[in-house]
């Protein structure tokens, strides 16, 4: 599967911002020191999630970000999107005439691979960060 760090790294800064309360202001270097993640990367990140509009930023002494909207509203696959990721199984692509095993028809297993895709990306759109934060991950049901 291929999700990135930066995928992975976004959903925990939202998780980690949405965690310290609904109307909090927090920086970028707390969300750094709490995550082990570094401050250049997060701001890259931050940009892309404000211009997606999921985090508003306030500038200042106490500034920082703040989530666009409740917690609960903001789906993981929101986020993925933001940051420019993709769930990607196989390597066929609709810009190239090569499929993954290198020929022009599909392998046996491409159905296979699209079908899990669809279930992670039905998977994320219905996991919030609130869920997250209040790790209820788990009671999530994906739809046949």
Request: negative net charge; glycine residues 6%.
């Amino acid at each position: 599967m291929k999700l990135t760090a930066k995928g992975r790294y976004a959903i925990m800064a939202i998780t980690d911002l949405a965690a310290q309360g609904p109307d909090s202001v927090v920086s970028l270097s707390e969300i750094s020191e709490r995550q082990s993640i570094s401050l250049s990367y997060l701001e890259q990140l931050f940009g892309k999630l404000r211009k997606a509009g999921l985090v508003d930023s306030f500038r200042g002494q106490s500034g920082g970000y703040s989530l666009s909207e409740p917690a609960k509203d903001i789906s993981l696959e929101a986020i993925i999107s933001a940051v420019d990721e993709e769930i990607k199984l196989h390597g066929c692509t609709p810009e190239i005439k090569q499929h993954c095993t290198g020929h022009t028809t599909q392998c046996m297993t491409h159905s296979l691979w699209d079908a899990l895709e669809a279930h992670i990306e039905d998977f994320l759109a219905k996991v919030s960060v609130a869920d997250v934060v209040a790790q209820n991950v788990n009671v999530i049901e994906v739809a046949e």
